[in-house]
Nanobody, 115 residues
Framework: QVQLVESGGGLVEAGGSLTLSCAAS????????MGWFRQSPGKQRELVAT???????NYADSAKGRFTISRDNAKNTVSLQMNNLKPVDTAVYFC?????????WGQGTQVTVSS
């Protein structure tokens, strides 16, 4: 089992940058996939980016070229660097971890991009 705590959300103007961080309560070495999803009001939760323990990344089309996911195994964290933010990126961003057959979610952090 693992607890995930996100930080780094906030209010930013369009074109700005934010870095989200997710701290895990245990070593992430055995966590196969970690990543970020987001959910806007009235919409389903959607993939933003994932990163496997082997280094394979997967980005939503909307994130490609603007967002970068990374993980620090020594600090047990996964981060999402978001550049050139747009108002459509406004959402609650959730950290995600997949271990064997179990899935874990953080509580979410709000990102608001003003036009």
């Amino acid at each position: 089992q693992v607890q995930l705590v996100e930080s780094g959300g906030g209010l930013v103007e369009a074109g700005g940058s934010l870095t989200l961080s997710c701290a895990a309560s245990r070593s992430i070495l055995s966590i196969y996939v970690m990543g970020w999803f987001r959910q806007s009001p009235g919409k389903q939760r959607e993939l933003v980016a994932t990163l496997s323990s082997g280094g394979t990344t997967n980005y939503a089309d909307s994130a490609k070229g603007r967002f970068t996911i990374s993980r620090d195994n020594a600090k047990n964290t996964v981060s999402l660097q978001m550049n050139n933010l747009k108002p459509v990126d406004t959402a609650v961003y959730f950290c995600y971890a997949a271990m064997s057959v179990s899935r874990y979610w953080g509580q979410g952090t709000q990102v608001t991009v003003s036009s």
